[in-house]
C-alpha cells in the first residue's frame, strides 16, 4: 500500500536511494582500493557523472522540468538520482 502523503512518500523514495547508494559507493570503493588502472578510471568516471547529473537536474530546474509543486519537484529529483544510482549498481555488480 502505497502511502497517501506526498511527503511520506518522498522520504520512504529517499530512503531507499540511499541504500541503493551505500552499494554503490561500497562497490566502488573496493575498486577504487584495488590501485589499478580500472579504478583510476572509475575515480574519473564518477565525478563525470556527478557534474553530468548535477547539470542535467538543473535544466530541468530550469524549464519547468521538475514539475510545478514542492512535492513533484522532490518526486522527479529522487526519480532523475534513483536512474543513476541503478545504472551504476548494475553496471560495477557486473565488473
Do not use: F
Not at 509543486?69 to 538520482?81: E, V
Request: cysteine-free; aromatic content about 4%; glycine content about 6%.
Amino acid at each position: 500500500m502505497m502511502p497517501k502523503n506526498p511527503w511520506l512518500r518522498a522520504s520512504l523514495d529517499a530512503w531507499s536511494l540511499a541504500l541503493e547508494a551505500s552499494t554503490v559507493i561500497a562497490l566502488r570503493t573496493a575498486k577504487l582500493a584495488a590501485g589499478t588502472a580500472a579504478g583510476e578510471a572509475e575515480a574519473r568516471r564518477m565525478v563525470r557523472e556527478k557534474i553530468e547529473a548535477g547539470l542535467a537536474l538543473q535544466a530541468l530546474a530550469l524549464t519547468r522540468g521538475l514539475g510545478r509543486t514542492p512535492n513533484s519537484a522532490a518526486a522527479k529529483t529522487l526519480a532523475h538520482y534513483r536512474r543513476k544510482v541503478r545504472a551504476n549498481k548494475r553496471r560495477l555488480a557486473k565488473e
